[in-house]
């Protein structure tokens, strides 16, 4: 398990110095925002469809071949825009970059499940977010640096030669292929494996994935932009102030089971989501930058301690054939819901006191989503599933 930590670390950082650089990769070549929006909106196109393809391949073949063919590819095409950045190969390579970058972390999740127990499962899914997290602080930190000393191209260089590196520690991992081959497309979509509770928990669950993606989708985004609109603040506060954030977040999925085993998952879970609806509340009427930064980063923070454990609770109920694809269309739904999000926040903002109908119509949806939460933990909540994943040490 801990070399497949080491590829997490390692896959993540160069992902995070990339979506950090090519941004600015894409201004210093002479590119302007409308282009530079059209690239990052064909991205999540390809995250939603593509993705939802290479998780059903992962179903079938077997994951750490597409993680590692999913590594390939983004490679190949960051060395493809630094060899030939025209504005044709940069629009064609977007919609596959956008697919293979999204798939990395389903297939990853997939595999973490298939090679752990239930016993340790919660635990090592901490560490792998609180790795991602980290790595993406580190990321976010060191990317601007290394594209302004060396130049966005070297920086582009390095990123790709550092995801290709991370396929020498998940080539250690050891996965689990049986039935990979056996199993047919039909049978991949078939929901015959489900028995009612399993039906139960994937329903809620796709459900609150789009609840949640449009609701943050409506701010999350849009975070630069917010801050400028509101408070002309500087970037370079906003950016510390999103770094703590993700330091917060990376360090409380690490002792997320910790704290579920000590408090109780769902206890935990709960509470850590009914504070984040006042927290949102409270961004459509606080205007003091610095208390407005504070409550957006601990938004963030709580929002994401969260992940780890409900990831384990899900993907631990799903037969193993089928989560692949479930994340998949969990993928799917997230993006196509922020994407839809997205169009309406231009049209909201638009109206006067704006952002304040936005973070109330965002905290509608998160209550919703709360509601369900509740009832996608009550069947659950003795099973012998359930507890043994966050059962106390004695």
């Not at 398990?1 to 201004?27: C, E, G």
């Not at 970059?97 to 990853?108: E, K, P």
């Not at 409380?252 to 769902?266: R, V």
């Not at 799903?318 to 231009?346: D, E």
């Amino acid at each position: 398990m801990k070399k497949l930590l080491y590829y997490t670390f390692l896959s993540s950082l160069a992902q995070s110095i990339y979506r950090i650089v090519f941004n600015l990769f894409l201004r210093d070549l002479g590119f302007n925002n409308t282009f530079i929006s059209h690239i990052t909106s064909l991205e999540m196109i390809g995250s939603a469809f593509l993705g939802l393809l290479i998780g059903i391949m992962g179903d079938k073949f077997g994951k750490k071949i597409m993680l590692i063919f999913s590594s390939v590819t983004f490679a190949a095409i960051t060395f493809l825009r630094i060899s030939i950045p025209s504005e044709t190969m940069l629009i064609y390579t977007a919609l596959i970059n956008g697919g293979v970058l999204t798939s990395r972390m389903i297939l990853l999740n997939s595999l973490i499940v298939d090679i752990t127990t239930h016993e340790n499962r919660g635990k090592y899914f901490g560490y792998n977010f609180g790795l991602f997290m980290g790595s993406g602080l580190i990321g976010n930190l060191i990317g601007g640096s290394i594209g302004e000393v060396f130049g966005f191209s070297a920086a582009l260089l390095i990123t790709g030669i550092t995801h290709l590196f991370s396929n020498f520690f998940l080539l250690l991992v050891h996965e689990d292929k049986k039935h990979h081959s056996e199993v047919s497309i039909k049978e991949i979509f078939s929901l015959k494996d489900f028995d009612e509770l399993q039906s139960h928990i994937v329903k809620i669950h796709l459900i609150r994935t789009f609840l949640i993606g449009f609701g943050a989708g409506l701010f999350v985004n849009f975070g630069n932009v917010i801050f400028k609109d509101l408070f002309n603040m500087q970037p370079t506060i906003i950016g510390v102030a999103l770094a703590f954030a993700q330091l917060g977040a990376s360090l409380g999925s690490i002792f997320s089971s910790k704290l579920s085993k000590k408090f109780g998952a769902y206890q935990f879970t709960l509470f850590l989501n009914i504070l984040v609806i006042p927290l949102i509340i409270s961004f459509a009427y606080v205007r003091d930058p610095y208390l407005f930064t504070v409550l957006y980063a601990l938004r963030f923070s709580f929002m994401n301690m969260t992940n780890p454990v409900s990831t384990t609770i899900i993907m631990s109920y799903i037969p193993q054939n089928k989560i692949t694809t479930i994340s998949s269309f969990r993928n799917f739904l997230n993006f196509i819901s922020r994407s839809l999000a997205a169009l309406i926040f231009g049209y909201i903002t638009s109206f006067t006191n704006g952002y304040t109908y936005l973070f109330l119509i965002s905290a509608l949806f998160y209550f919703i989503s709360l509601i369900l939460l509740k009832f996608l933990f009550k069947p659950i909540l003795n099973d012998k599933i359930f507890m043994s994943l966050y059962k106390k040490n004695i």
